[in-house]
């Protein structure tokens, strides 16, 4: 209980809730200081204006009227006021008319004075606090007019009390406030906590719970959960990536290995052995594009520094590739059309958009029969770039158009075909890396892949002017 207390008091929301009480207690402080400033004074100022008034009134009187027309104000006045005070004396201070028995404490002429004096209450007296003006009249008589301030001074002890006591009471809350709020935001942390030490352990399935409050920890919580998704999806394609590596380079890797073994057991001339070494080279050839396929996917499902992206143009790119391949599609009697727009312009890494081109070309002429038709096309729709190719090929079935685009999964039908399995997944992970889309769909007969980029970007001036089109 005790180490729980302590994780409470160093957690930063109950330093947070410990800070907001401080501040506002001074807050209350001064707020409650201030009104009991204005109200004591404006109590005190009422009190000395009707103090003031009442002296200058009984001045004036003792001008008109003389001592014994005085006496018999202040008789009548002491009779019929409760808190009012009065003393008229002569110049010994001997009383002659008022409600006090004695001058109080001495003070100087004409000054304020507060002074206690003994008031009747029932059948005992209490001291009670008065203010009151002294003024010496002409002939040396003194008169002396207060007021009875108990009152306000009992208010004013009750405000300092509960200023004491509202402070008291502010500190309190806000402990105990902070220290529920320690807690609440303790546990769901130690959830968050207990949940990555799990993932830490190996459980990759674990996931931060999230309350349904949509606050800062559960917007959190997401993110960490999708964070883990990402990573856990990852850790399964790298686990499939390693699994279908093994499987696939073993038999090329054991065909290597027994053409050499049965190369060095018999005795052969020299061109038996250029051909079995130009049959390892050309398998050691197809292993190299395997690896170099995996590691551009690899790049491109990284990501790179969007600082190192730059303008492509595409008309140019794909120009270039259609160029390289039109001398083969010849040789093999394929039909390579390109229909290529001018000023085609994206954001991104020119040699794997490139890359991607020569891949959706391969497999094109690669699944195309003597005669048939490829197609090559690149242009804008409603602002956005795209390319596409397309095929008289036997296509790939709909409910396996998502499964190609992993590694080295080929079709019952292109595995005596060469290939590793992976031309596809690259272009997958390019258009990924730029934020494009990639569909495939069906060219009847054949395939039809297009990969669609975000926003069109020109060089200054550019604009579309016309279509180059190469056709063979």
Excluded at 57 to 73: I, K, N
Excluded at 165 to 170: F, K, P, R, T, V
Aim: proline share 3%; charged share 25%.
């Amino acid at each position: 209980m005790r180490l729980v207390s302590v994780r409470l008091i160093r957690t930063s929301w109950f330093r947070m809730a410990v800070g907001y009480a401080v501040l506002s207690i001074v807050s209350v402080t001064m707020l409650f200081a201030l009104l009991y400033w204005n109200t004591a004074v404006f109590v005190a100022e009422q009190t000395e204006e009707t103090i003031e008034a009442e002296i200058t009134g009984l001045a004036e009187h003792y001008r008109q009227a003389g001592l014994f027309g005085l006496t018999e104000v202040i008789q009548e006045r002491s009779q019929g006021q409760r808190l009012s005070l009065y003393l008229l004396t002569d110049p010994n201070r001997r009383p002659i008319a008022g409600n006090l028995n004695s001058w109080p404490a001495a003070t100087h002429p004409g000054e304020w004075m507060d002074f206690e004096y003994e008031r009747p209450v029932g059948s005992r007296l209490v001291e009670h606090r008065a203010h009151a003006r002294h003024l010496v009249l002409p002939g040396g008589f003194h008169l002396l007019v207060g007021y009875d301030v108990q009152d306000q001074v009992r208010l004013e002890q009750r405000m300092r009390q509960s200023m004491i006591w509202i402070g008291a009471l502010a500190l309190a809350l806000g402990l105990g406030g902070g220290l529920l709020m320690a807690r609440h935001w303790l546990r769901r942390v130690d959830s968050v906590n207990k949940t990555l030490s799990e993932i830490m352990d190996g459980d990759m399935t674990r996931r931060v719970p999230v309350s349904g409050t949509d606050d800062e920890l559960d917007r959190l919580a997401r993110n960490l959960n999708d964070m883990l998704n990402r990573i856990e999806a990852l850790m399964t394609g790298l686990r499939q990536v390693t699994d279908n590596i093994a499987h696939d380079l073993r038999s090329p890797l054991n065909r290597l290995r027994s053409r050499l073994e049965v190369t060095l057991m018999t005795d052969q001339d020299t061109q038996a052995y250029k051909d079995a070494l130009t049959d390892t080279v050309a398998e050691t050839d197809e292993l190299l594009k395997t690896f170099n396929a995996l590691l551009l996917i690899g790049e491109a499902e990284s990501g790179v520094d969007r600082a190192r992206l730059e303008s492509v143009d595409l008309t140019q790119r794909i120009g270039d590739v259609v160029e390289l391949y039109q001398p083969a599609a010849e040789e093999t009697g394929r039909v390579l059309e390109a229909d290529i727009a001018w000023n085609i312009g994206v954001r991104g890494n020119p040699n794997l958009i490139s890359q991607a081109v020569v891949n959706l070309l391969d497999n094109a002429l690669k699944y195309t029969s003597e005669g048939g038709v490829v197609h090559v096309r690149a242009d804008t729709d409603a602002g956005r770039p795209f390319i596409e190719v397309s095929d008289s090929g036997p296509g790939i079935p709909e409910d396996e158009r998502k499964r190609v685009l992993d590694r080295f999964v080929r079709l019952e039908g292109s595995r005596s075909t060469p290939g590793s399995g992976l031309g596809l997944s690259l272009v997958a992970a390019v258009a990924k890396l730029h934020g494009a889309e990639l569909r495939l769909d069906d060219n009847e007969p054949g395939l039809r892949v297009r990969m669609t980029f975000p926003a069109a970007e020109t060089g200054e001036g550019a604009k579309k002017s016309g279509v180059r089109r190469q056709q063979r």
